[in-house]
């Protein structure tokens, strides 16, 4: 475990989610699942953020959210796409209004498929995005050196 | 010795203040029925804090937020060098202006609220605090903290009110419901940071510095309303201290967070009835 995987901090933003996902990203937090053991908090403020959590698809209206809350993110930072929606655009890729996934508008690094995505299968979601997060550290320090 | 005092508290007191922070969190948790993170996680916050990119608003966040730090430094090493504990806590108020100024250096309409929302928290704690200097001055007859140390009857038995009076004011100054109107510990908050919106980095991490300098502060001002002459007051010093910052996660986990009008009536009338009164009395038996 490295210096960013010890104490990611979360921002949530829902995209155009039905609130399935919200309420098991907020499950996650909750006694039984517990997140914060990792030293996971889920902060509101892109400043802060290490992890980008993403649920629903992106529609033209959000688009320019999700693109300024992934740019007032420090570095390193990775994105979570948590849901079927926010992955490719779900049952609602063929609506008019729908983008598709979030990888349509920003660069995503770990896709948490279901509906609603399980509590389990997001905290190994996150889990995952915290290795992605140690190589980005990791890449961004030798940048650093060879300059 | 004083010297000593000085260079522990410089040294220790951030590892302290964060040490504390983690073991706050930890029993938080257990409150909440939930496992909870590592003691040592204040410490990962703090590194991983440091590690990251410098994104700034402006230039002059950072140099705010140094000056938060340095001017807590500074009152911390005069309570902790034995002199004057009314300069002291006029230079904690200076220190806490300079976070203000900070937060309102920037454009974010959060941080502006948390900077007006930390002055009325300021507004009311600061009577109180006023009081207390005041309270140490007639029970030992001076305000020079060594003298203080040295009277022959803890000061808690002059004022036993402003000590429970400065616990209500600590719970402001630690930042803890139902006092969390600026900026909270926790996600629940209501201006996405408030004060801290636009800090990032680097700039945090002075100001959670700070903050740690701040909290081995303020226990340090509960130790001097038990410290005597007799060297057994020390430890019980330290185990009341203790004892009042579990008091203080206890109410922190069983109250919601209050409006500005009930936090500035409600601290004003706590200051009113038990530092006011005790006041009163102290003037007229001593």
């Known amino acids: 475990m490295g210096v960013m995987s010890k104490s990611p901090w979360l921002l949530h933003y829902d995209a155009s989610s039905c609130n399935g996902c919200d309420i098991e990203v907020l499950d996650c937090l909750t006694p039984k699942y517990d997140v914060e053991r990792f030293g996971i908090i889920n902060t509101g403020d892109p400043f802060q953020a290490d992890i980008l959590l993403i649920t629903g698809g992106v529609n033209s209206q959000t688009e320019p959210v999700v693109k300024q809350l992934y740019s007032q993110m420090p570095d390193p930072k990775v994105v979570v796409a948590v849901g079927i929606c926010a992955c490719t655009g779900g049952v609602f890729k063929e609506c008019y209004n729908i983008k598709g996934g979030i990888d349509t508008v920003i660069p995503v690094d770990v896709y948490v498929p279901g509906c609603a995505a399980r509590p389990e299968s997001i905290i190994d979601g996150v889990i995952q995005a915290l290795n992605i997060l140690d190589e980005k550290r990791a890449a961004l320090k030798s940048k650093a050196r060879e300059k | ?286």
């Open chain 2, 1 to 286: 010795m004083r010297i000593v005092f000085v260079i522990c508290y410089l040294i220790l007191a951030p590892f302290l203040g964060a040490l504390l922070d983690g073991v706050e969190r930890c029993i938080s948790a257990r409150m909440q029925g939930r496992r909870g993170p590592s003691v040592l996680q204040p410490f990962y916050d703090l590194r991983k804090l440091f590690s990251k990119q410098m994104i700034a608003v402006n230039n002059v966040q950072l140099f705010l937020n140094l000056s938060y730090l340095i001017f807590l430094v500074i009152a911390g090493c005069m309570l902790f060098s034995g002199t004057d504990i009314l300069m002291c806590l006029f230079i904690l108020s200076l220190a806490d202006m300079f976070l203000v100024i900070a937060a309102s250096s920037d454009s974010s309409p959060y941080a502006n609220m948390g900077a007006g929302r930390e002055m009325i928290q300021m507004m009311a704690y600061e009577p109180l605090t006023l009081i207390i200097a005041v309270g140490f001055y007639l029970s030992s007859g001076s305000f020079q903290v060594a003298d203080i140390i040295q009277m022959s009857v803890s000061p808690v038995v002059f004022m036993p009110g402003m000590l429970i009076g400065f616990m209500f004011t600590a719970a402001i100054k630690f930042r803890k419901s139902p006092f969390d109107l600026s900026t909270s510990h926790h996600a629940h908050q209501e201006m996405v940071k408030g004060l801290t919106t636009e800090m990032s980095g680097t700039t945090l991490g002075i100001m959670n510095i700070a903050e740690y300098y701040e909290m081995i502060l303020i226990l340090g001002i509960f130790c001097l309303f038990i410290i005597n002459k007799n060297w057994w007051s020390w430890p019980l010093a330290i185990v009341v201290c203790l004892f009042i910052l579990f008091l203080e996660i206890l109410w922190d986990n069983a109250t919601a967070r209050l409006k500005w009008q009930h936090l500035l009536y409600g601290s004003w009338l706590v200051t009113l009835l038990a530092g006011g009164l005790n006041l009163l009395i102290l003037m007229l038996i001593k």
